[in-house]
């Protein structure tokens, strides 16, 4: 007869002292591999990432920009049928002061008095022209503006005028006391002929006088470096802004040539001011 008195606890069920069994301990499962994107999935991922960086840099840092004519030779080559530079225009100087004399500046033409004889570049085809203006975001195709490139003489607040006895351009400040000061320009090779004896013959007629200007605040006076050949701000004296360009409608300051090979090259600011 089996005593009575002899008892089999199982577990689980509260007695500390019971019998425990213990399971086999489960083997870590290997996690699956994450599967790669074939290349031909991610190369719109990277063009369209790569794209809207350039739109970012084209919007926010610079662009380039071709030069169509004469007006800034030597120190920028352009002409109609030629291969005219490419220039990089940089728009961060810009953020944090205005433009100063002798910068070379891009900006688009404030009155009609400069964009009279503009026609637009854009296809009158409206896929054409649409596709044109996407481009134009990442300065593949130029914006569909009259953009110009000329060289700051003048700044808001002072006075310009042409010329002394020596066939100079003056400037002075608007500042009680303040003297006429002749302008130092090694940039300009090709000027209109200057007479001593016969100093008031106009610009627009063979010559390089042109009456005193007081540039407005926020404005800027500005001429081509081939001054017998561009037309700035002298022949745009009697529109509203009497030739003067305002600042908020710079572009950006050339600062580098980057076409062709053989003019690549730095686009130097000269301070005519500082002689």
């Given at each position: 007869?089996?005593?009575e008195?002899?008892s089999?606890?199982?577990s689980g069920?509260?007695d500390?002292?019971?019998?425990?069994?213990?399971?086999t301990?489960?083997t870590?499962?290997?996690k699956?591999?994450?599967?790669?994107?074939?290349f031909w999935q991610?190369?719109?991922?990277?063009v369209g990432?790569a794209?809207?960086i350039?739109?970012l840099?084209?919007t926010?840092?610079?662009?380039?920009?071709?030069?169509?004519?004469?007006?800034?030779?030597p120190?920028l080559h352009g002409c109609?049928?030629?291969?005219?530079?490419?220039?990089y225009v940089e728009k961060?100087?810009?953020?944090?002061g205005?433009?100063?004399?002798g910068d070379v500046?891009?900006?688009?033409?404030p009155t009609?008095?400069?964009?009279n004889?503009y026609?637009?570049?854009?296809?009158s085809?409206t896929?054409?022209?649409g596709v044109?203006?996407?481009?134009s975001?990442?300065?593949l195709?130029?914006?569909?503006e009259n953009?110009?490139?000329?060289?700051?003489i003048a700044t808001?607040?002072?006075?310009?005028?042409?010329?002394?006895?020596?066939?100079?351009?003056?400037v002075k400040?608007?500042t009680p006391?303040?003297?006429w000061k002749?302008?130092?320009e090694p940039?300009?090779?090709?000027n209109?002929?200057?007479?001593p004896?016969?100093?008031?013959v106009q610009?627009n007629?063979?010559?390089?006088?042109?009456?005193?200007v007081?540039?407005?605040?926020?404005?800027?006076w500005?001429?081509g470096?081939?001054?017998?050949?561009?037309?700035?701000?002298?022949?745009?004296?009697?529109?509203e802004l009497?030739?003067?360009?305002?600042?908020?409608?710079?572009?950006?300051?050339?600062?580098?040539?980057?076409w062709p090979?053989?003019r690549?090259?730095?686009v130097?600011?000269v301070?005519?001011?500082?002689?």
């Amino acid at each position: 007869m089996a005593d009575e008195s002899e008892s089999v606890t199982m577990s689980g069920s509260g007695d500390d002292n019971g019998a425990e069994i213990h399971g086999t301990p489960e083997t870590p499962q290997p996690k699956p591999k994450k599967k790669q994107r074939p290349f031909w999935q991610e190369l719109p991922i990277l063009v369209g990432f790569a794209a809207l960086i350039v739109a970012l840099l084209v919007t926010f840092i610079g662009r380039p920009y071709v030069i169509p004519s004469q007006s800034m030779e030597p120190t920028l080559h352009g002409c109609a049928g030629c291969t005219g530079d490419r220039i990089y225009v940089e728009k961060l100087s810009y953020y944090f002061g205005d433009p100063e004399p002798g910068d070379v500046v891009v900006f688009v033409g404030p009155t009609n008095s400069w964009n009279n004889h503009y026609k637009s570049i854009r296809s009158s085809n409206t896929v054409v022209r649409g596709v044109q203006n996407f481009l134009s975001f990442f300065g593949l195709v130029p914006p569909d503006e009259n953009d110009l490139v000329k060289r700051v003489i003048a700044t808001g607040g002072q006075s310009v005028k042409c010329c002394d006895a020596q066939g100079r351009i003056l400037v002075k400040d608007n500042t009680p006391g303040s003297d006429w000061k002749p302008l130092d320009e090694p940039y300009v090779k090709f000027n209109n002929p200057f007479d001593p004896a016969h100093p008031d013959v106009q610009f627009n007629a063979g010559g390089r006088a042109f009456p005193e200007v007081k540039v407005p605040d926020g404005n800027l006076w500005v001429m081509g470096d081939n001054r017998a050949e561009s037309a700035d701000s002298r022949y745009h004296m009697t529109d509203e802004l009497q030739g003067t360009v305002p600042v908020k409608d710079v572009r950006g300051k050339a600062v580098f040539k980057i076409w062709p090979p053989s003019r690549i090259g730095p686009v130097r600011a000269v301070d005519p001011q500082t002689n």
